[in-house]
């Protein structure tokens, strides 16, 4: 796990400027992370305490989030035990991973009290629990760990705390030379393998050290010679004391680096100089966290909350393509339509020559450049009249079936449309965004309200969109999903506002805000619009645009959809760096 003991070292370095503050709002927007809005040193601050199993983390945040209607229970009671109160100590456990928030409160009663948030980051049994310092009782957890789960340690309201089990490992940053290399001395003879690799012993020896930090010493103790594969004891406490010395006078630099040959993703608080690839610093531990994790974290979350929607449009997506596959081989069967209209013709002009039993009838097929014989199949149980009245009723079924038909045809795709639409948009949905989508889909009826007894939220007559600030300033707006697709283009947009859209793919309707704007802006909407499609991957996006004049909703449509006039075309890249760096608001 990349984030060790050494980055949250760093972290709560950081989070030092939050000694002090107050917590002005607590907020639990996900079953797994709690935003504490602090006031300190003159400035408003965010700090997200996250217990996800898959991205568990603590930092300082700019995202916004949206909160329930209701709070959830573990929500309610940090609020009454920590809201209003002051964090007095922000204290890393060892070099474990594991925080201590010390917050001082006035009760009820208004007698000052202590209480603790214990922030434990361990993969999926990561937890944020709040304890009562005086007697080391749990108030509550935000994941509850009941004796059939473990019998070690229980996580439930009124329990005794008990800390995760403690390693037999030493603090590296107390260590000295000669302990270090007793240590790892004493470890190469307990296991003098071929695969007892200095990278695992130093791991297995000190707390809070990541198999990617101690590569990184390793290689830089060998000084980059990968072919070596023996390690000089000396060398590797040299590389090992730079590294924690920095540690230990909170000189960091952190760092992502993306690997060259797998594209993967690796952050630290110091340079990683055995992966190859190219590299970014960011100017505090915080930052650097926000980028790694920050769109990991949310579209993790989003994907858990729309498993279920993404399941019902597939499969209705899906449904209507076969559905679209059966009318088309209608349609090619109704080209036949004209033989059953012949056969009908032939056998009228030859009743004379049937009589009621007959199984056929041989005669010229007057329609024939060549006049060949046709033999033409009837029904025994049928006079020849009633023979020659089947054929040409089949033939009009046909006929009057090709147009319904057709007709079906457009409905399916648009219907295909409309739902391939909807896939995209919850592949680029935030959390605001998904309850609107969920809420169209029951308005139009392709799933049920199974909570409308319980709904109290009332709906909103304007939905939250997200404005990019182009280059020169200019407002660009993004409709995520169809509600606000609908209300950018219909409602808030000006007639002479530049509207765009992907040309023949599913994607966001993008408005420039403004009638007078340069090609950069013109670029950077046409960039927002590629991005937020189904071509978000795909390299020279075809983008129109047009004025929002010449842009019209047709009556009985579906939510989203649009025609428009008049429209010119650029090609573009999408640039998913050049995007996050554009400033974002929601409005």
């Not at 000396?234 to 690997?259: C, G, K, N, S």
């Not at 992966?275 to 858990?304: H, N, W």
């Not at 407002?475 to 409602?491: A, D, H, M, S, W």
Request: glycine share 4%; aromatic share 6%; proline share 5%.
């Amino acid at each position: 796990m990349a984030l060790d003991g050494l980055v949250l070292h760093a972290i709560v370095h950081e989070l030092q400027t939050c000694v002090g503050g107050r917590i002005n709002k607590i907020h639990q927007p996900s079953e797994n992370d709690v935003i504490l809005q602090i006031r300190a040193q003159g400035q408003n601050l965010k700090l997200l305490l996250s217990a996800n199993p898959t991205f568990p983390r603590v930092q300082l945040t700019e995202q916004t989030s949206l909160n329930p209607m209701d709070a959830p229970m573990f929500c309610m009671l940090l609020r009454k035990h920590c809201e209003n109160g002051v964090i007095e100590a922000v204290e890393q456990i060892g070099m474990e991973r594991v925080i201590r928030l010390q917050i001082r409160h006035r009760d009820e009663l208004g007698d000052m009290s202590t209480k603790e948030i214990l922030v434990e980051i361990m993969g999926r049994h990561s937890n944020i629990i709040l304890l009562d310092p005086a007697t080391d009782t749990i108030l509550d957890g935000i994941h509850h760990v009941t004796p059939a789960i473990s019998s070690y340690r229980v996580v439930m309201p009124g329990s005794k705390y008990v800390t995760p089990p403690v390693q037999d490992k030493q603090n590296p940053l107390n260590v000295d030379k000669p302990a270090f290399l007793d240590e790892m001395a004493q470890m190469s003879e307990e296991d003098s393998s071929s695969s007892d690799k200095p990278e695992h012993r130093l791991v297995a020896a000190f707390s809070g050290l990541s198999p990617l930090i101690a590569k990184e010493i390793v290689y830089r103790s060998r000084k980059g010679d990968e072919s070596e594969q023996t390690v000089d004891p000396d060398a590797l406490w040299q590389a090992f004391d730079r590294v924690m010395t920095a540690v230990r006078q909170h000189h960091y630099e952190p760092i992502i680096t993306e690997q060259t040959s797998t594209g993967k993703l690796f952050f630290a608080m110091t340079p990683l100089t055995h992966i190859e690839g190219t590299s970014t610093t960011y100017p505090t531990p915080s930052a650097c966290l926000e980028m790694f994790y920050g769109d990991k974290a949310e579209r993790d979350t989003v994907k858990q909350r729309v498993a279920d929607l993404l399941r019902f449009l597939q499969n209705e997506s899906n449904k209507n393509v076969k559905k679209l596959e059966k009318l088309q081989e209608t349609v090619e069967d109704s080209k036949d339509a004209d033989k059953f209209r012949i056969l009908g013709e032939l056998l009228t002009a030859s009743l004379h020559a049937v009589n009621k039993g007959d199984r056929e009838l041989e005669t010229i097929n007057y329609y024939d450049e060549d006049q060949a014989l046709i033999k033409i199949p009837l029904d025994p149980l049928l006079t020849p009249s009633e023979n020659a009245q089947r054929y040409f009723k089949k033939y009009t079924k046909m006929k009057n079936s090709t147009a319904i038909v057709e007709e079906q045809i457009v409905q399916t795709h648009q219907e295909i449309t409309y739902l391939n639409s909807l896939l995209q948009q919850l592949g680029v949905a935030s959390l605001t965004d998904i309850e609107e989508i969920r809420d169209e889909l029951m308005e139009q009826g392709y799933i049920r309200d199974r909570n409308k007894k319980q709904r109290k939220k009332k709906k909103k007559d304007k939905p939250a969109l997200a404005c990019y600030m182009s280059s020169e300033q200019i407002p660009i707006y993004v409709g995520k999903n169809n509600t606000q697709n609908e209300f950018l283009t219909n409602r808030l947009a000006s007639s002479s506002d530049t509207w765009l859209h992907t040309k023949d793919i599913p994607g966001s309707h993008v408005v420039i805000r403004s009638d007078n704007y340069s090609e950069a802006t013109l670029r950077e909407a046409a960039q927002l619009a590629a991005y937020f499609s189904q071509a978000k991957h795909s390299s020279q996006v075809p983008v129109d645009y047009t004025a929002i004049k010449h842009v019209h909703k047709p009556n009985g449509s579906k939510p989203g959809f649009v025609i428009y006039v008049n429209q010119k075309t650029l090609f573009v890249t999408p640039d998913e760096q050049e995007i996050k760096q554009m400033k974002v608001t929601v409005k």
